[in-house]
């Protein structure tokens, strides 16, 4: 079974960096777009950043210049690299991919979810 599992959360001061982690695993063919999305209290899911297979990227305008989405293909693994954090980051970061698994048709999976608090 395909599974998305993030890691890297925490609590950081304004100003401060964290990098987030979301490793695929499980029997997967391939994987298409991977994409981080973030849901603060009381907001909607918002897309913060996406890379395309080739490594292509794009960034909500709110975290360009800040924010880096990267990927190891080899390791089925998308991270976001996220400096001078400020309090309007805080939320839960979400890892989400198109995945096509061993003998089987591509879908969205989504990871669990990781905490991102930035508060002095």
């Known amino acids: 079974q395909v599974q998305l599992v993030e890691s890297g959360g925490g609590l950081v001061q304004p100003g401060g960096s964290l990098r987030l982690s979301c490793a695929a695993s499980g029997r997967i063919f391939s994987i298409n777009d991977m994409r981080w999305y973030r849901q603060a209290p009381g907001k909607q899911r918002e897309l913060v950043a996406d890379?395309?297979?080739?490594?292509?990227?794009n960034y909500a305008d709110s975290v360009k210049g800040r924010f880096t989405i990267s990927r190891d293909n080899d390791k089925n693994t998308v991270y976001l690299q996220m400096n001078n954090l400020k309090p309007e980051d805080t939320a839960v970061y979400y890892c989400n991919a198109g995945i096509r698994p061993s003998g089987g048709w591509t879908s969205d999976y989504w990871g669990q979810g990781t905490q991102v608090t930035v508060s002095s």
């Open positions: 890379i395309t297979s080739g490594g292509s990227t």
